[in-house]
């Protein structure tokens, strides 16, 4: 994790690794200070302190989650006495999406020796994920702490004079999504809305909402844009986000239409330069998207996790990629 300055008063902790859980948070260093997400496990969310503790004097007053997801809400308890600010569809959402004890039971049965072997024959995918995850992360002794200050479309934050508005844009990525926009430092946090260099994965949405995000984004014309995963860009990143997701969408409806499963199509599918990306085989997630929409269902069905990541898995392993995810 490192430490970059994005514009006077905008900062960036980034995780270089830019795998699942490998997050980036940001921080705004005025009018008391605002951090945005709060890392995936304790250890990582009091490194981001420790580096955005180069900047700021003292601890922020506030912090903005932008959505549900475990790996942005899971520090949010060392931020004792703060406002957490987030969507109002984000309390409900994190106790659904963000229990931590899914995540410490998947690890403790790739701990075991009988239950890892068991994991092993009936969800390859879900041992292969919680072993990257044992690479870097410790999920023990993490609390939910749900947001205190919720809001429908739209929040306006005045920080000693430099205004910084909170836009909900979901559901694209997942329901509670949210970017943090500071115009006078033309800078966007985007959260999940935007992954660069990296495959994108999307749960709760549609395409065309997504689209309707990164349109936004860049009709907001920001000098920088602070991706939860990959590194700092600017509008460049997100038209070349936006190409990946129309060039799969279209691809998808071409199997769909020719009668392919949407793991079949995942194997399948020419990616071309997309393929560089970190995590190429996630690729399976957004054509799975693709086909529910076409099969007209709700852009919330649920997903059943463990099958997902086997299937994540089967694909590296049909296309000859690394697995990870």
């Known amino acids: 994790m490192n430490l970059q300055q994005v514009s006077d008063n905008c900062f960036a902790v980034l995780n270089e690794k ?12 005025v009018g008391g200070g ?17 580096l955005f503790g180069k900047v700021w004097k003292g601890m922020p007053k506030r912090v903005i989650n932008t959505h549900e997801d475990a790996d942005h809400v899971w520090g949010n308890q060392l931020f004792e006495g703060a406002e957490i600010i987030a969507h109002r569809s984000m309390p409900e959402r994190m106790r659904h999406v963000a229990d931590p004890r899914e995540t410490q ?5 790739a701990n075991g020796f009988i239950s890892r072997l068991l994991l092993k024959v009936t969800h390859p995918g879900a041992l292969a994920i919680a072993r990257q995850l044992q690479q870097d992360y410790d999920f023990d002794g993490i609390r939910l702490v749900i947001p205190t200050t919720l809001f429908d479309e739209q929040y306006v934050l005045d920080l000693d004079g430099t205004e ?5 844009v979901g559901p694209c990525h997942q329901v509670g999504d949210i970017i943090v926009h500071v115009p006078r430092e033309g800078v966007v946090f985007a959260g999940d809305v935007i992954f660069c260099k990296c495959t994108p994965m999307g749960w709760v949405g549609t395409y065309r909402k997504w689209f309707e995000s990164l349109d936004l984004i860049i009709s907001l014309n920001p000098k920088f844009i602070v991706p939860r995963h990959g590194p700092v860009c600017g509008v460049e990143g997100v038209i070349e986000m936006k190409g990946y997701l129309e060039y799969l969408y279209a691809e998808s409806q071409r199997f769909f239409h020719q009668g392919l499963t949407s793991l079949d199509a995942a194997k399948r599918m020419d990616i071309g330069p997309y393929g560089e990306w970190r995590g190429p ?11 529910r929409e076409l099969r007209n269902e709700p852009e919330d069905a649920p997903w059943d996790s463990a099958k997902s990541f086997d299937s994540i898995y089967e694909v590296a392993h049909a296309r000859g990629l690394e697995i990870e995810f």
């Open 105 to 109: 039971k998947l690890l403790k049965i």
């Open 164 to 168: 910084v508005q909170l836009i909900y």
């Open 34 to 50: 605002v951090v945005i997400d709060t890392q995936s496990d304790l250890a990582h969310a009091r490194q981001m302190i420790d």
């Open 18 to 29: 830019n795998r699942v859980c490998d997050g980036n948070s940001g921080l705004i260093n």
């Open 281 to 291: 085989a996630r690729l399976y997630l957004n054509v799975e998207r693709a086909y």
